[in-house]
């Protein structure tokens, strides 16, 4: 240890320097390569996201459908139904509507809540 100089410390500093100084550089020269390489792939999987939302409420709306459908021929035929299944076709028939569902069933539904039968 008494035989280290000055100029070898200075040496060392400036090493360590420089050294810490490369690492930085190639960390973020990684994380601009990277994000360049992820970002059409994270752009298509948003993309296949929003596809597969459409995809799913079109599929949810068909098949609320075929319930209303369904539950509507049934009370047109004199069918019974009890207070939960009316409580829970309402809530499908509004989720149907949030979804954009509003045909033909919808003036069935009106009907048939006019009558007192819904």
């Known amino acids: 240890m008494e035989n280290i100089s000055l100029g070898q410390i200075a040496a060392l500093i400036t090493f360590i320097s420089i050294f810490i100084g490369a690492i930085t550089s190639i960390i973020a020269f990684s994380k601009k390569f990277v994000s360049k390489i992820l970002k059409p792939i994270d752009e298509k999987i948003s993309h296949l996201e929003k596809i597969s939302m459409v995809s799913r409420n079109n ?44 045909s033909y069933i919808h003036d069935r539904w009106q009907k048939l809540t006019k009558e007192g039968k819904i």
């Open 59 to 102: 599929i949810e709306l068909e098949l609320i459908k075929i319930i209303l459908v369904n539950f509507i021929n049934d009370i047109e035929q004199g069918n019974y139904k009890s207070q939960i299944q009316k409580q829970n076709i309402y809530e499908l028939y509004d989720r149907y509507k949030k979804l954009g569902g509003n």
